[in-house]
């Protein structure tokens, strides 16, 4: 299905409309691709925050260039590839995101809180299916990826561990479907320069991709044991069964949280995550209510913690769940308070601490998931 509702038509008179000065022209010509290029931007980026910076910028320079545009490729292309080199410009200011398992060890629980939060600038950020703007979760058959396959957090993950040019050329190859002249035009680059760095970009992200996407194990899990689990992870959950808890997980789950660069399993198995959850979720000393979502094209659990301030459970994390068979294997706890506290006793007591604006923004409001229980 075309990804552009207007006809060629309409098209063709919005763009003679917007090479004629007309703003509003041009914001309507562009509109219909808003979303496939937001997630686009998301890839590259690894941040919403940064996406929507970077587009707006892509479109303001859309914007300017839009009288030169003969329409030797479609409009489609076009802004795609101003667009895709906004972004690499991005990342040769910004630098990279990465999930806190890329970062570094895992920690012993034995061993404290580890250390402190650090800049949010350096995370992956999650993504709200609904900005996707797609009818459906495939790309063109070209594509090795389905759509909502691209944003899962491990490929996301695996994306920025990459250097910017063999990012954009798996992107633009597997997940857009671009032919390697395709990819080379908008890159400004050669066939064989496409060729050898999609080699490259493959080798790393399949080293670091599970072995099934999670839209192929949610499926072979099927919808209502998918629930079955969450519930029976809930319930153990509410219930501060640690044991319980950690039978819900891989005997390798991990669980992190960024902007802490701490994280845990992995090789420590089961006896350090419930080290982990003994000493920090489930000690007893926190006040749980949740609110089920989605995120990344995986299920996920919205965490209100009860902050005594305001008398109500407000947003602490967005928990993005990832599957492997009918257990939870990696958590990714996507916290949304304050990151200023620079004291161990401090930032252990996150509930104590008060929301972060940008943060509840990013990881809840957009999501459309309630600013408070009561």
Known sequence: MSPHPLDATGERALLAAAQGGDEDAFARLVEPYRGELTAHCYRMLGSLHDAEDELQEALLRAWRAIGG????????????KITTNTCLSAIERRGRRVHPVDHGP????????GEPPLAESIWIEPFPDA?????????????????????????IAALQLLPAT????????EVLGYSAWETA??????????????????????????????????????DDRVHEAIGAYLDAWYREDIDGVVAMLTEDATFSMPPQPTW????????????????GPLSGEWRWKHVLATANGQ?????????????????????VLRFRGRKIDDVTCFITRSIEADAPERYTRWPEEPADPRRLEAFFYRFGLPERID
């Open 106 to 113: 895992r920690t012993d629980p034995a061993g404290g809180p």
């Open 69 to 80: 545009f003969e329409g030797r490729s479609s409009l489609r292309a076009w802004l795609y």
């Open 264 to 279: 845990y399993g992995g090789e420590g198995g089961p006896e350090e995550m419930a080290a982990f959850m003994a000493g």
């Open 166 to 173: 063999q990012r954009a050329v798996l992107i633009l190859r």
């Open 185 to 222: 035009t908008t890159l400004g680059t050669s066939v064989a320069s496409v060729n050898s760095a999609l080699q490259r970009a493959r080798a790393t992200v399949e080293a670091r991709l599970p072995d099934r996407s999670q839209q192929a194990t949610l499926r072979a899990i099927g």
């Open 131 to 155: 900005a996707l703007g797609l009818e459906d979760g495939f790309a063109s058959p070209e594509a090795t990826y389905e759509r909502r396959e691209a944003v899962e957090v491990a490929f």
């Open 299 to 319: 299920p996920a659990l919205a965490f209100y913690c009860w902050y005594e301030p305001e008398r109500a459970h407000i947003p602490f994390a967005l928990n």
